[in-house]
Nanobody, 123 residues
Framework: QVQLVESGGGLVQAGGSLRLSCAASGRTFSNYVMGWFRQAPGKEREFVVAISWSGGSTYYADSVKGRFTISRDNAKNTVYLQMNNLKPEDTAVYYC????????????????WGQGTQVTVSS
């Protein structure tokens, strides 16, 4: 089992920044592809970003390219999501995910999910 705990959410004005963190425990962190999904009220869950085991490859949704940056620190068992130039449409609960494989990472086919952290962007 992998346990994921997100932190760093909050309320920010449009144009502002937030950094989310996801601390993992339970298994060897570097064996897992890490990612973030989000779900806004009344909308389906959507893929945001993912990062490969060593951090050498990243995958972004078009809606966040150029604004969001994912990174990981395998020594600290933590993945980060730096979010800049936030927009009201970024308002959602953000979920950290973990899975051993790449296939399905945009479709939500991930084995492990955190509880989520709320991000609210005011206009």
């Amino acid at each position: 089992q992998v346990q994921l705990v997100e932190s760093g959410g909050g309320l920010v004005q449009a144009g502002g920044s937030l950094r989310l963190s996801c601390a993992a425990s339970g298994r060897t962190f570097s064996n897992y592809v890490m990612g973030w999904f989000r779900q806004a009220p009344g909308k389906e869950r959507e893929f945001v970003v993912a990062i490969s085991w060593s951090g050498g490859s990243t995958y972004y949704a078009d809606s966040v390219k150029g604004r969001f940056t994912i990174s990981r620190d395998n020594a600290k068992n933590t993945v980060y999501l730096q979010m800049n130039n936030l927009k009201p449409e970024d308002t959602a609960v953000y979920y950290c995910t973990a899975d051993r494989s790449i296939p399905g990472l945009r479709d939500g086919l991930r084995n492990y999910w955190g509880q989520g952290t709320q991000v609210t962007v005011s206009s």
